[in-house]
Structure formats: C-alpha cells, structure tokens
C-alpha cells in the first residue's frame, strides 16, 4: 500500500507529516538547497538531494524531474528561474519591457496581462517560479539595479508588485497555467552606500516599516507564496541572518505562509565576505534559525547543517520546522502528482501573436514624452521627411531588451541569446512601422564605451542633409546591473560629444533615451526639440516609437522616478521628509530636471472641481473625493491624475506628500468626465518615533495633480478627528 504522503486524498499537512517522519536528516537538509543546475545533474539531485535548482529549463527540467522521482521517496523537485519581464533566456519567447520602462506606463491591468503571459510561457518549459517582481524602492540612481524597480514610490511599487503577484500566480498554487511569484529583495537592499552594489544599508526599523516594507507586506497580504532575502546587512545584520525581519515581521506579524530564500550564496557570503561565521556550520545554523527556508547556490549548506545537528549546534527538530514549509508547498501546488514537467503543447505558446500584441500594447503606454517644443511631435506623416537617426543604441538589440534577458550575461548567453529576428530595434521601427514618405538613413555617431571619433563626421554629415535628427542616447549592459553601479550618470564614451555636435547644426532635434536607468543630460540638449524617454522597452520597443513619432500613438507614459540635473543632487525623489535649511543647494538647484509623476501628450488636459472629503465620511473611515478631468486638446488621449496626501502636523518628522491613489482615464477632444477617488483613514497614517503606524488625528491636505510638482495641482483641506 502506498504510504499516507502518496494519498492524494489526504490534507496537504498530513501528507507533509508523514513524509517528514520518513526522512534522514541528509534528505532534510538536502531539500533545503536550491543549487544551479548549471552543473552535474545526478549529483545535484540524487547524491546531494536538492529540494530546488535554479537555472534550468526544457529537456534538462525533465531530466531532473525524472532523476528526483527515482530517489527513494521520490520528493519532486521545485523549479526556479530569473524570468524577470518575460522568459528571459527562452529563445524566441515574449520580451517585456524592464519594470522600470512597464511602471511608465501606470497601467495595473497592462503589467498583470504581461505577468499572466509570462507565466503561460514559462510552465510549459518545467519551470515553476521566477524569481520576480523586484519591489526594492529605488534611492540612489547611481546603483546599478536601478531598471529593474518600479521606482522611487512605496505606493506605486505595491500596487504594480501586486498586479504582476497576481499574473504569475494565476488562480492559485494548483494552476497549472501559473508559477510562484518572488518579492525581492526583502528588504532595504536598495539603500546603498553611495550607490554601491549590496553595501551596509543604514537604515532603522523605523525607517523600514515607512518606506521599504509596505511594498512587501502588499505582497504578503495578497498571497505571494515565496520571498527572496537580499545580500545587504543592515545594524550588523546580513538580511539573510536576521531573525526579526524573517521571522517576527514575515512570517509571524503578516502571516507569510509561503518559502523564503536566499539570495545567490547569502549563507556562505557570511563567511567569506560578511565574515560573521567561522565556518559553513556556524553559518548553516544562522541560516535555519534566522528564518530561511531555502538555500540558494550555497552547496556546502548540506554538510554545514548535518554537522550543525550532530554536534548538537542545531536541533533536528529546527530543520524539520523549514522542511515542512517546503514539503507543504509542494503538496499545495500538486507536484506529487503532476511535476509539470515540460509540455510541448504549451511552449507553442510561446512568442505567439497574441502575447506579442499585450507586449506592444504595454510597451505603447510605457513611452514618456518628456518635452515638446513648439509642438515638434509628432512628425508629419502625410509628406516626404529625411529622417537622420544616429546614435550607438539605435540598432542595439540587447539594449532594447535589457539586462536579464536574452544575451545578458546570467545563463549561457550562446545558448541562450534572443534571435535577433524578435527585436525590433529603433531602427526597424522607423524603416518598418513609420510612414511610406519617410527617409531613414542611420550611423551610429559614436559609442558607448569609448569615444569612437571615426564614427562622428558619417553621421555628421548624414544629419546635415536631414529635415530632423533622431538622436538615440543611453548605456549598454556594461554599466548596469548586479555588481554594476557606477560613480557618474553621465553619458558614456562619445555620446556628449555627439550630442553637442548635433545640436550645433541647428536642425530640429529629437532625443530618444535607451538606457536601464536615468542619465543626466547635458546643457546642449536641455533645449532639444523633443525627449522621449523609453528605458528600456523590450522586443517591439521600435515598432511603438515609430508608432509615437508618427502620432499613431499619443504617449500616455509618465515617469515612475525623478530624474536629477546633476549625480551630486542625490537622492532627488519627491517624497523628501520636510525640516531642511532650504530649498537648494549654493550651487545648484534642487528640484529634478524631470520629476516623478510627469509626463506629456500630443493633447492637453485640466483638472477642476475638486471636492473635499465630506466630514462625516471621513468619521465612518473612508475617504471620498470627486474631480473633474477634461481633455482640452484637439485629439483624444489618456491622462493620469495623481492623488497626494499630506499630513499637516505630525508627532514624527513626515514627508512633505504621499501618492496614495491615481487613475488613467481616456477622454476623447473635448470630452470631460468626472473621477471618484476612495480610500480608507488608514492611508493617513505615518509611522510615528516608536516605530508604530498610526494615523493621528489632524488636519489634512488632498492634492489632485497631473505630476509631484504639477503647477496647477488642486488641494482641499479635512480633518481626522480622534476615533
């Protein structure tokens, strides 16, 4: 007979019982890796006994499925892997745009359809988990993870976060349509000294439960089933050797039921680089009893642990407590009985049609017009135009999909690169998508590494026969990413260079940025005739900017963060906490060159009207404010207003303002429609000197605007009186 944890009919914690009763501490400590798979198979699963791998996918995903199904109790394996806007190192499969380019569009139903194609091309390929979103809040721009956020915004970074949670896990652990979705990186990682990758982040309890934890309490409370820690320590804690953020906040304050683990060798760095162990059984056991469940990349956690227990350093019983949470999950999502190995049906998903049509839509509604003078764009498309696009990133494919994608550099970029026939660059945008009576005629100007001077006086010349310059500005992969900050945010090589060269011909000029993260920009294009910023906008990031300058598409996207003149005006996010000398430095402004909220359309829009919140709403617990939006343009567009909040008097030094709510209606010329904003008491709350988050009675101001510092923003005051 088949024993209890075989049963299907029996609860999951049954079954995850019995079979814990059944296990060696070998095979306990064994399930508690998760080991990439980049390696030997059968000795990664069947001496070793990993409970996960990472970095595996199609006929190798069957392998090892196979190879754990033949071990003695034939516990199936859990699959993870950085699909991170989209499926990343599958060839050929549906590339989003990073989630810094997808929060420009602040469109929630956009960012979940993708999340939800994501994962349909994902579990056909024997992966069960990615290892996204990333909700760290971005601070210093000169980190090098900055394009993978959502932003400088708490608010913002919860409810994307929360839309793409919802797209990955579908309708549940058992969907065999969906995979587990990854809040990292839990938490504060992003809180960088000078912009350096992974460093002490100096940052309080306090501070942590104002800014950097409601995204991933967003995240716990909306059933997000697996958390990723971070690499950084914080009052001399590793983030994978603190017990009061894994265990007293996560697991037992918001009830996380799911798997936590840790980042790439977290648990050996405590002793080679963090060197608050002695050896891999000291560290093992400051693994298990800070909260982690699963240890990612850190093989010799398995020899650490066995020898932790059998010198008495760690209770058997304590490892039991974590494998339970991993067995549990595993019976939750069915994999005893469907290991959802790689289908073939399925990965002809894949890349269709209709995913690539919900990429360009979101890729669409990503496109921040950052300025427009004299109403430059869009460019006629009823008569002949000599278009001169010049730039290195105009025709860089790489550059377009980003890092963790296709050649990026974290699984083997031979095997796995995006065929070049999926991307439609800058360039194939304009020669494919962009009216017949267009001329494009391209050189790249520069680089971006170096200098390149052989490359300037071509497009020099290309440009001066031209009725506009098309200029395409930004990085390359080099200086982005993990490992990758850099100490300036300017542009690189010959780009500058180019750019004053450019601007010199007197030409109308258009900037188009292609970049992970913002750039500051030089004086000689401060006054270019119009930017458009895409970050980076994925595989059909060409087609909708040629779709944009052609004004088929009116740009609806509005920046996620605040982009400085200057790297000396770090941090420049808008929700600075108020109390300072001033309001500029003695040399430089400090306001951003382009702030947090803002963005332009080929049509103009006003908001009036605002109403206050009525008093005896406010004493039920609810918030209800009314505003008028009206398209004043001449064609039709999508406008986001943006709801503020400010607490007037706080017990606590509080920032100056808090999104707290938006929406993006579409009006058509002329047509005015009338928005209702809710919210309950608790979006007034702070988080007061001792750490706890309240909401004081008060005064308060709501401010209704189109940008952070929207000149034209409406306000009304209320109060909340004491409950």
Request: include cysteine; hydrophobic fraction near 35%.
């Given at each position: 007979m088949n024993p209890p944890y075989l049963n299907s009919s029996l609860p999951p914690e049954t079954r995850a019982n019995d079979l814990l009763t059944r296990m060696t501490l070998h095979e306990k400590a064994g399930q508690m890796l998760q080991l990439d798979a980049q390696g030997d198979l059968p000795d990664l699963v069947s001496n070793k006994g990993a409970g996960s791998l990472l970095h595996i996918n199609g006929d190798r995903s069957r392998e090892a499925m196979e190879l754990a199904a033949k071990t003695r109790l034939g516990i199936p394996i859990l699959i993870g892997d950085d699909c991170i806007h989209g499926h990343s190192f599958w060839p050929g499969a549906t590339i989003f745009p990073t989630q810094l380019a997808q929060a420009c569009s602040w469109n929630e139903d956009l960012i979940e359809a993708a999340a939800r194609v994501t994962a349909r091309e994902v579990c056909g390929t024997g992966v069960h988990w990615t290892f996204s979103p990333v909700l760290c809040l971005t601070r210093d721009l000169r980190w090098g993870r900055v394009g993978e956020t959502f932003g400088e915004d708490p608010f913002l970074i919860s409810r994307f976060g929360t839309a793409m949670i919802?797209?990955?896990?579908?309708?549940?652990?058992?969907?065999?349509?969906?995979?587990?979705?990854?809040?990292?990186h839990f938490a504060g990682y992003s809180e960088t000294l000078g912009g350096r990758d992974a460093s002490e982040a100096d940052?309080?309890?306090?501070?942590?439960?104002s800014y950097f934890l409601p995204p991933?309490?967003?995240?716990?409370?909306?059933g997000c089933m697996s958390f990723m820690v971070g690499y950084q320590s914080?009052?001399?804690?590793?983030?994978?050797?603190?017990?009061?953020?894994?265990?007293?906040?996560?697991?037992?304050?918001?009830?996380?039921?799911?798997?936590l683990v840790t980042d790439w060798n977290n648990v050996g760095n405590l002793v080679t680089d963090q060197k608050i162990a002695a050896d891999i059984t000291e560290a093992a056991v400051i693994a298990v009893r800070s909260g982690n469940d699963l240890i990612m990349a850190t093989p010799a956690f398995l020899e650490g642990a066995v020898d932790a227990v059998e010198h008495g350093m760690l209770a058997e019983a304590e490892i039991d407590e974590v494998v339970y949470r991993i067995l549990l999950l595993k019976f939750r999502m069915g994999l005893f009985e469907n290991p959802r190995a790689p289908d073939e049906t399925r990965r002809s998903l894949i890349g269709c049609e209709a995913h690539r049509q919900t990429n360009l839509e979101l890729t669409r509604e990503s496109i921040v017009l950052l300025q427009n003078q004299n109403q430059t764009l869009p460019l006629p498309s009823d008569k002949p135009l000599n278009i001169a696009l010049i730039g290195p990133n105009a025709d860089n494919a790489q550059i377009h999909?980003?890092?963790?994608?296709?050649?990026?550099?974290?699984?083997?970029?031979?095997?796995?690169?995006?065929?070049?026939?999926?991307?439609?660059?800058?360039?194939?945008?304009?020669?494919?998508?962009?009216?017949?009576s267009w001329t494009v005629n391209h050189a790249p100007g520069c680089r971006v590494t170096d200098a390149g001077d052989d490359l300037l006086a071509p497009a020099l010349q290309l440009a001066a026969e031209a009725d506009v310059i098309v200029a395409v500005a930004g990085d390359e992969l080099h200086l982005v990413g993990e490992y990758k900050s850099t100490g300036t945010l300017e542009l690189q090589g010959g780009q500058i260079r180019m750019l004053e060269a450019l601007a010199g011909l007197g030409k109308p000029l258009v900037l188009i940025l292609l970049h992970s993260k913002p750039n500051v920009l030089p004086a000689c294009v401060h006054n270019a005739d119009a930017i458009l910023e895409l970050f980076n906008p994925g595989m059909t990031g060409g087609q909708a900017l040629a779709e944009v300058?052609?004004?088929?598409?009116?740009?609806?996207?509005?920046?996620?963060?605040?982009?400085?003149?200057?790297?000396?005006?770090?941090?420049?996010?808008?929700?600075?906490?108020?109390?300072?000398?001033?309001d500029r430095y003695a040399d430089i402004t400090q306001a951003p060159h382009f702030a947090f909220g803002e963005g332009l359309s080929y049509t103009t829009f006003r908001l009036s009207e605002l109403t206050a919140p009525p008093s005896s709403e406010v004493r039920n617990g609810e918030i209800h404010c009314e505003v008028t939006v009206t398209n004043t343009g001449e064609r039709a567009g999508k406008c986001v207003v943006q709801l503020y909040l400010s607490d007037v008097v706080t017990s606590a030094t509080w920032v100056q303002k808090e999104l707290k709510e938006f929406q993006k209606p579409e009006l058509e010329a002329g047509e005015s429609k009338r928005l209702r904003f809710s919210l309950p008491v608790s979006a007034c709350s702070i988080v007061?000197?001792?750490?706890?988050?309240?909401?004081?009675?008060?005064?308060?101001?709501?401010?209704?605007?189109?940008?952070?510092?929207?000149?034209?923003?409406?306000?009304?005051?209320?109060r909340v009186e004491a409950p």
């Open positions: 919802r797209g990955y896990q579908g309708r549940g652990l058992d969907d065999p349509d969906a995979i587990l979705a990854t809040a990292k940052i309080s309890p306090r501070k942590l439960r991933f309490e967003a995240a716990a409370k909306n914080m009052e001399g804690r590793p983030s994978s050797a603190n017990p009061w953020l894994l265990k007293s906040v996560l697991k037992e304050e918001w009830g996380f039921e799911g798997i999909l980003g890092d963790w994608a296709g050649a990026s550099g974290q699984m083997d970029p031979v095997k796995h690169a995006q065929p070049r026939a999926c991307t439609v660059t800058i360039l194939d945008g304009l020669k494919q998508h962009a009216p017949a300058l052609a004004g088929a598409v009116n740009p609806s996207g509005r920046l996620p963060i605040s982009v400085p003149y200057h790297v000396g005006q770090q941090p420049v996010y808008y929700s600075q906490v108020r109390g300072q000398h001033g007061n000197a001792e750490g706890e988050r309240v909401v004081e009675p008060g005064e308060f101001e709501i401010e209704l605007a189109q940008s952070s510092r929207d000149p034209d923003a409406l306000r009304a005051r209320f």
